[in-house]
């Protein structure tokens, strides 16, 4: 082995060492105990660690870079460890813009995650909407967590099969606009996501008194549980 071999392992070695020591302190300050480790808040740290360590461990492999080459890797990987950094640091903002980008253009996507639960992200205009079916008929619904049961639109409950002789506009409700009368009735199954509500008591708005069906209590009362968590719906069936 030259002497220029030897000179490049040993500084190969103290590098290694540096990063070794200063990945450690960066973790926990020299820690005693196993428990007094904290990846969470240092992880940028060490993303950034690691970036440089990649770059001075490249340039002793490949040999000695050109200036021109030096300051080329410098804002590559300077630029890379910002990314890295700040999207670790941001990540929960990153995630709940992605929600809100979903809503934006999915919005009534009912999406059903892993463990089962269904997942509805809020809307541009701040609303939870369900994209549902109604005895097989698509149905656009407004979570109305104040209404008692579930309304039907005149339309939406036309394409859910119920008829005109069906519909006795008798029971008093109070609304926005005031008193109204909405029909009684009894829905075979409604489906949101991989969920199916079924013998659901509801009612029908008369024509045009009603711009969107609205999700309400006696279907949300068959779930396990429901809550809002920030921009998210999370519907436990």
Same mark, same amino acid.
């Given at each position: 082995?030259? +002497? ?21 302190? *960066? ?14 808040? #240092? ?29 080329? +890797? ?7 460890? @910002? ?22 253009? @999915?919005?009534? /996507?009912?999406?059903?995650? !892993? %463990?089962? #639960? ?8 701040? =609303? ?6 109604? $005895? !097989?008929?698509?149905? =656009?619904?407004?979570? %109305? #967590? ?8 005149? !339309?939406? @409950? ?7 002789? !069906? ?9 926005? $606009?005031?008193?109204? /009368?909405? *029909? ?6 409604? =489906?949101?996501?991989?969920? #199916?509500?079924?013998?659901?008591? +509801? ?5 045009? @008194? ?16 429901? =809550?809002?968590? +920030? ?7």
């Amino acid at each position: 082995m030259s +002497g220029r071999e030897i000179a490049r392992f040993v500084v190969l070695a103290v590098i290694i060492g540096a990063c070794v020591a200063a990945g450690l302190y *960066a973790v926990a300050n020299w820690p005693t105990q196993p428990e007094d480790f904290d990846f969470d808040d #240092t992880g940028p740290r060490l993303v950034a660690l690691s970036a440089l360590a990649i770059v001075f461990l490249a340039s002793l492999v490949f040999g000695q870079p050109k200036v021109r080459d030096i300051l080329k +890797g410098i804002v590559f990987w300077g630029g890379l460890t @910002a990314v890295l950094v700040t999207g670790y640091t941001y990540r929960a903002e990153l995630v709940q813009g992605g929600y809100r980008v979903l809503g934006a253009l @999915a919005p009534g /996507l009912a999406v059903t995650q !892993e %463990d089962g #639960t269904i997942l509805i992200v809020r809307d541009a205009t701040g =609303h939870f909407v369900l994209d549902g079916k109604v $005895n !097989e008929a698509p149905v =656009h619904f407004l979570l %109305d #967590t104040g209404a008692s049961a579930v309304v039907l639109t005149y !339309e939406d @409950a036309r394409k859910a099969g119920f008829l005109d002789t !069906e519909l006795v506009f008798r029971v008093p409700v109070s609304t926005a $606009n005031g008193r109204a /009368l909405v *029909a009684p009735i009894r829905i075979s199954e409604i =489906h949101v996501g991989d969920a #199916t509500f079924r013998n659901i008591r +509801g009612f029908v708005a008369r024509e045009g @008194a009603l711009e969107n069906s609205l999700f309400g209590m006696t279907a949300l009362d068959r779930l396990q549980r429901w =809550h809002i968590e +920030g921009d998210k719906l999370v519907m436990v069936p």
